[in-house]
């Protein structure tokens, strides 16, 4: 009887940590999307200019279209990702032959710049893995920390990088973000602080600033606690402009 007892704890506490973790990780993760733009996102043309280039998205029940136009000299160059994983390069609208090397840079460069400007929508991707972490304060303000890791299929070709979120507890806003990635002689790591917050069309739009650690030993989880101490030096800053939105009925 003591055995059946214990046995019965332990499920009861496997099932107690899966509803405080992922559960309300993808809770929180679905107000955050909601008070930030919703189902806006989906059938959605955005277009924006970032760093002296020109970005454009098109969203409509699950398909999309990325894009980014660069200007060099008399030249027209435009990268195009779409929803079945193509990537295409034109220069004055013809294609051109790319080595995979090549295309797999500039697929990533093009969907990483998109993703973030449109953050925490597809945070619901199926490759997508959420985790609560805990609720923390960041300087008196409380938050939902939240990790995010991706499968290697359908993560793309960065899906070994791991996000935190620290979603705002009243507002459900992401105020916060902190990444790694691979470099070429280890792991990098930044924190974002977003600001200048507003609304087109019903789409939140933030910009960030961006910050990298000043030591070395760093601990992911721990960047909140490093940007309190301020550890973090101001790396550059994340500015979207010229943005405009287009939303169909949905």
Known sequence: MKSLHVVLL??????????NNFPEADAIINKSIEVSGGKRFEHSTIDFDFRDRHYKAIRDKGYFLLTR??????DTIVDALNSKDDFIR????KKIQLHDTMAVKYKSSVNAVHYFSVLPYRLNDDAVNKTYISKT???????HKIKVTFNAEGGGEDFEDVFVYWINADTFKADYIAYSYAESDGIGYRFREAYNERYINGIRFVDYNNYKPKGSNIDLMAMDRLFEQKALNLLSKVELININVQVSDY
Do not use: H, P
Not at 69 to 74: A, C, E, I, K, P
Not at 90 to 93: L, P
Not at 137 to 143: F, L
């Open 69 to 74: 136009t660069t200007l060099v000299g008399s």
């Open 90 to 93: 034109y220069r004055n609208q």
């Open 10 to 19: 332990f499920i009861t506490m496997v099932f107690a940590c899966s509803d």
């Open 137 to 143: 304060k960041i300087n008196d303000t409380e938050y």
